[in-house]
């Protein structure tokens, strides 16, 4: 079974670092992976999305890239803001018997003024 | 503007009673899910469904129910058989299986 698990689990800096949050997972046979973000009590926000065959993909001050044979993906922020401050989630699709993503816990992150 | 819609954003349910969650899309997505959230796990899928009149339990559907009688609405049924209901549920969609995930703003269920 797809296990994700995202390091660090939280992560506190000061504004206008750069930044990078790490995502895993058991099962390198997937579709695609998946970043977004979660503001508390909120719904899910898509940043960026990878297809299987692709090895990153940017928007704006985000960068993902992902490396399937070792089940490994990053998110890189840059110039971090303190609108940046959210949890972060990755999840990957597997495809199999329930189709829908599986999500790792997040990484809760904090940019300090 | 095209998204998804989730309502109520609160709802209290008493022991013993169902309760019904709405999801609507107007993104003209063929698949919709629902995940189910709570503190310190991450989302877990409840159901999917591909297709209108098609639907398909996820890693935890006992004590749920859905129906998807139309494209743009996919509906949740917490019933009286789910023990721990209390959670954030989360209404997504894509337009394959395969493709990028959008999400709803999400409904907070609290057992009273």
């Known amino acids: 079974k797809q296990e994700v698990t995202q390091i660090p689990a939280a992560l506190s800096v000061p504004e206008g670092e750069n930044l990078v949050l790490n995502c895993s997972f058991t099962d390198s046979a997937i579709y695609n992976l998946q970043w977004f973000r979660q503001d508390p009590g909120k719904g899910l926000t898509s940043l960026l999305l990878i297809q299987s065959s692709q090895r990153e993909q940017t928007s704006g001050r985000l960068n993902a890239s992902l490396d399937k044979s070792s089940g490994r993906s990053t998110l890189y922020i840059a110039a971090s803001q303190p609108g940046d401050s959210a949890t972060y989630l990755c999840a990957v699709y597997s495809g199999g018997g329930a189709d829908g993503l599986t999500f790792g816990k997040g990484t809760h992150l904090i940019i300090q003024p | 503007d095209g998204g998804i819609t989730q309502s109520p954003k609160y709802l209290f349910r008493k022991e013993g009673q169902n309760v019904t969650l709405s999801c609507e899309q107007n993104?003209?997505?063929?698949?919709m899910y629902w995940y189910r959230q709570d503190p310190g796990q991450g989302l877990r899928l409840i159901y999917y469904s591909q297709i209108v009149n098609d639907f398909q339990k996820g890693d935890i559907a006992e004590g749920y129910s859905v129906s998807r009688e139309k494209k743009e609405s996919f509906p949740l049924t917490v019933t009286s058989a789910q023990k721990n209901p209390t959670a954030f549920y989360l209404c997504?969609?894509?337009?394959?299986?395969?493709?990028?995930?959008?999400f709803g703003q999400g409904t907070r269920l609290t057992v009273v």
């Open positions: 993104l003209n997505h063929d698949a």
């Open positions: 997504a969609s894509t337009r394959e299986i395969n493709t990028e995930a959008f």
